[in-house]
């Protein structure tokens, strides 16, 4: 089946909404689009996509703080975080 649809200024394609429904689309729903020799392919995203995607950009976010604030914790001496609030505390 083929179907029409226009790209706006902003760079944005709106989808036919016959289109939606027969892949089963809704409202912020998310595709995978693959180019190879100037055809666009479109897939929609599995949920486990979604999710795998989703926890591997938290993974990548949270990287850089492994370790960063643990060396410098050990460094002033304390051992244990109970340890650092106690004495944060005045106790």
Known sequence: MTYAARVDQNGLLTLPQELC???GLV?????ELEESNNVIRLH???KATEDADRIQTMMERTQKYVGSQREQFLAEGWTSVDEYIADMRGE
């Open 21 to 23: 429904e027969h892949l």
């Open 44 to 46: 929609p995203r599995s």
């Open 27 to 31: 409202a912020c729903a998310e595709v």
